[in-house]
């Protein structure tokens, strides 16, 4: 086997390992990327049962309800056009209540119905998530606030 020939066949080893490893690390990264989503998205697209992502909104007002089991919470997700029923099963954060920005982590069942395993609540009354802000704007319904009081900022 003359030397060139060797290289060529080291490149392409080289190469070859190369994809392989790239394979490997996009597989292992696929089961951790998470989506976020609206409730206008999912009106939009609705996703399968198996694909986990995060619902942004607003809780809608009059909408938490407390399941018999009395560990299971029902409420409904909103961004002033489109609303998602969700269920979340422990204990929610304290600044988890009514017209409070949140994002919830899960999957949707096959009724429809949004199940949370991890649920997000922000510290700042104010906070709403850029997402549902653009989709409370595009609906029309967007309420501007006194200067000084910032309705959007970056998690």
């Given amino acids: 086997m003359t030397r060139k020939r060797r290289r060529l066949w080291i490149v392409v080893a080289c190469m070859l390992?190369?994809?392989v490893a790239t394979a490997l690390v996009l597989t292992a990264f696929?089961?951790?990327v998470v989506f976020?989503?609206?409730p206008s998205d999912l009106a939009a697209k609705p996703l399968p049962p198996s694909q986990r992502f995060r619902l942004l909104g607003l809780v809608e007002p009059g909408s938490i309800k407390k399941i018999e089991d009395g560990a299971?919470?029902?409420f409904r997700v909103t961004d002033n056009s489109?609303?998602?029923d969700a269920v979340y099963r422990g204990i929610l954060p304290d600044l988890f209540r009514e017209g409070q920005g949140v994002i919830a982590e899960g999957r949707m069942n096959e009724a429809g119905v949004f199940v949370a395993s991890e649920v997000l609540a922000r510290h700042d009354e104010n906070y709403m998530p850029k997402e549902v802000a653009?989709?409370?704007k595009k609906s029309g319904q967007w309420k501007d606030i006194p200067?000084?009081?910032p309705t959007v900022?970056?998690?």
């Fill in 17 to 19: 390992s190369l994809g």
């Fill in 30 to 32: 696929q089961d951790h």
């Fill in 36 to 38: 976020a989503k609206v």
């Fill in 72 to 74: 299971t919470t029902a």
């Fill in 82 to 84: 489109n609303v998602v």
């Fill in 134 to 136: 653009d989709a409370i």
């Fill in 147 to 149: 200067p000084g009081k």
């Fill in 153 to 155: 900022t970056k998690p």
